[in-house]
């Protein structure tokens, strides 16, 4: 069975950076799209970026646009997060998905990882 694994979250100050990183335990889908979806306690799962197989088309949510960068490296199966200038309002668990279409529903993704837990600190 495939796996989606995450690491890199944490806590961090406003303002600070973290890198979350989500690779998939056999070569199976760089050929899929890639996805981070958020949940903070009590909230519904959110999208906050995804891209397509190729990476050349990214997508935001607004609450993160121009902060957070979504990439991928199809070589290694992995797809990375950048997250600039953090806000507490970004503290969440952080989940990365891949499925065959590039969209910001959650239905749209058939595998999902075990989340990553990030906090950001006023």
């Known amino acids: 069975q495939v796996q989606l694994v995450e690491s890199g979250g944490g806590l961090v100050q406003a303002g600070g950076s973290l890198r979350l990183s989500c690779a998939a335990s056999r070569r199976t889908f760089s050929s899929y799209a890639k996805a981070w979806f958020r949940q903070a306690p009590g909230k519904e799962r959110e999208f906050v970026a995804a891209?397509?197989?190729?990476?050349?088309?990214?997508y935001y949510s607004d609450s993160v646009k121009g902060r957070f960068t979504i990439s991928r490296d199809n070589a290694k199966d992995t797809v990375y997060l950048q997250m600039n200038s953090l806000k507490p309002e970004d503290t969440a668990v952080y989940y990365c998905a891949t499925g065959r279409a590039t969209t910001n529903s959650t239905l749209g993704y058939n595998y999902w990882g075990q989340g990553t837990q990030v906090t950001v600190s006023s």
């Open positions: 891209t397509n197989w190729s990476g050349r088309s990214t």
